[in-house]
């Protein structure tokens, strides 16, 4: 049976936000180790798709320019 992320995610770190989604970080969707999932909104979640790789803290960068552009 495959493991449920998104369950798996909330279970141990939390709510997700609504139109936010979990992100594998190394893209290997049976990687369902905790650090290698974060919840990013939908619309940074297209752009790390489009972009490839991003580190951790690059993404959290990401999501923190979405949120202080989303207040604007």
Do not use: C
Not at 28 to 40: F, K, M, P, Q
Not at 54 to 62: A, K, Q
């Amino acid at each position: 049976m495959a493991i449920n992320y998104r369950k798996l995610y909330e279970h141990n770190i939390g709510k997700i936000p609504d139109n936010w989604e979990i992100h594998h970080i190394d893209f290997n969707h049976n990687n369902n180790n905790l650090d290698n999932l974060i919840a990013v909104p939908s619309m940074v979640h297209v752009v790390i798709h489009q972009s490839g790789f991003i580190p951790r803290d690059e993404i959290e960068n990401l999501i923190q320019i979405y949120e202080d552009n989303k207040q604007t």
